[in-house]
């Protein structure tokens, strides 16, 4: 959260505030997000939040991937100011729905943002075990080809890290910052049709942490993707 930020809140009072920059603005100004945006955070959720943050929390939930709109995922990955962490099979979708995603994670490792990107390895047991499970054969093995041939020209570039890797995945994750989207994959379905959820890492630290432990020993077991172009 940086004052360019708050100067686009103060200009635009419909403008949508991520979870994570509303709690923390309300701490510090010692209120409840609801005090701040009433059309965005209910009271009784808001004051859960801010005094059992160890109890049930609520979060946003979409009954499959496609639910969650187009400009939400732009506007998530627009937004990162620290660090971005990404982890999948394939996310062919991301290439092929979110305008300029590449650029947008080229001109965020170049302010500064730390970008590590992770994805699957075509040519390994787990990618032909996914497909075959989701019923679509070989399709899985092409779209992470597909996902490793766009990443391939930018392995390299200052602060964009991009690996593969051969695990299976039980979530797909995405990270900007203190907020995640997380994709469960149930079996035999594809990722689309699967539940996300929007978590804020003060929604739940436990499981906050659980799943940036998952992506570190991804990440520790992967291989680094070489420069191509």
Not at 106 to 135: C, N, Y
């Amino acid at each position: 959260m940086d004052v360019k930020t708050v100067r686009r809140w103060l200009a635009n009072a419909t403008y949508k505030v991520r979870d994570d920059n509303a709690h923390r603005a309300a701490e510090v100004l010692g209120c409840t997000p609801h005090d701040l945006w009433p059309n965005q955070f209910q009271p009784s959720t808001a004051r859960a939040l801010a005094t059992n943050p160890g109890g049930p929390f609520t979060a946003t939930l979409y009954a499959s991937r496609t639910q969650l709109p187009i400009t939400a995922w732009q506007q998530h990955f627009a937004d990162a100011a620290t660090g971005i962490d990404i982890l999948v099979l394939a996310a062919t979708f991301l290439f092929d729905t979110l305008d300029g995603f590449l650029d947008t994670l080229l001109a965020a490792a170049a302010r500064g943002v730390q970008v590590r990107f992770l994805i699957g390895d075509p040519d390994t047991a787990a990618t032909i075990l996914r497909g075959e499970e989701e019923g679509i054969g070989e399709a899985v093995i092409a779209r992470c080809r597909t996902s490793v041939e766009l990443l391939a020209p930018h392995a390299g570039t200052p602060g964009l890290h991009i690996r593969t890797h051969d695990t299976t995945l039980y979530t797909s994750t995405f990270r900007v910052d203190d907020t995640m989207i997380v994709n469960f994959h149930i079996y035999g379905s594809p990722g689309r049709n699967n539940p996300v959820l929007v978590l804020s890492r003060h929604h739940e630290p436990r499981l906050w942490a659980t799943l940036e432990q998952a992506f570190a020993h991804i990440w520790d077991s992967a291989n680094p993707l070489i420069r191509k172009g």
